[in-house]
């Protein structure tokens, strides 16, 4: 079966700080990858998705990045944190290239900019 | 964990009664919805699909409903447990492409 793995589970970071979140997925191959934030009783805002190896597709302007150098890998990353960066940052899967797009979800990071 | 729900519209129920959460859509060319739970502190988790040619698919406890007419979905849970608390997210996509996720709905059960 598969399985995503975050971390780490928690960060406190302070301002102006860099960042590096990971994602691994176990259990298949070839996965569309996803990052998504989600603010406090917010829903879920898509930050960047990837369809194979330094494919990265960025769906909203901002100070944070994403590489993907393995295949079920997936790393959210910044150079310098800002307050508003804080949230809750999940990871998400799902099968390259499928048409009914079901994403698969890991356990997420609760990132706080202080 | 995380407060999901300050700024969410809330269901609260008894244990044991039916609950429905309902969620509009905007793109009538959607032809796949999915709901998921998320509970406090974790990340959002699969419950149940349907595909635009139905109008009703079951799971266990769980019955979603799809009106293309109006573009909404709901989410029926049945006998309703303290355990199905939590926020529940409707999603939809159009082909290949990415998920659009809803606002969400807390539910709160009380025993």
């Known amino acids: 079966s598969q399985t995503i793995h975050q971390w780490p589970a928690t960060l406190v970071q302070p301002v102006g700080s860099p960042l590096s979140l990971e994602c691994t997925v176990e259990g298949t191959s070839n996965p569309n990858l996803y990052w998504y934030r989600q603010a406090a009783g917010r829903g879920l805002q898509l930050l960047f998705y990837s369809v194979g190896i330094g494919q990265i597709s960025s769906e909203v302007p901002q100070n944070l990045s994403a590489s993907r150098p393995q295949d079920r890998q997936f790393i959210l990353s910044s150079k310098k944190l800002l307050l508003s960066d804080s949230g809750f940052y999940l990871c998400?899967?799902?099968?390259?290239?499928?048409?009914?797009?079901?994403?698969?979800f890991g356990p997420g990071t609760r990132l706080t900019v202080l | 964990g995380e407060s999901v729900g300050l700024h969410l519209p809330t269901l609260s129920v008894q244990e044991g009664d039916n609950s429905i959460i309902n969620c509009a859509y905007s793109?009538?060319?959607?032809?796949?919805f999915i709901w998921y739970k998320q509970e406090s502190g974790k990340g959002p988790q699969f419950i149940i699909d349907i595909r635009s040619n139905m109008d009703k698919r079951q799971g266990q406890r769980v019955t979603v409903l799809l009106n293309k007419t109006v573009k909404h979905l709901s989410l029926q849970i049945a006998a309703t447990q303290p355990g199905d608390s939590a926020v529940y997210f409707c999603a939809e996509n159009e082909g290949y492409s990415t998920l659009t996720f809803g606002k969400g709905t807390m539910l709160l059960v009380s025993p």
């Open positions: 793109n009538s060319a959607s032809d796949y």
């Open positions: 998400a899967w799902s099968v390259l290239a499928s048409y009914y797009n079901e994403q698969f």
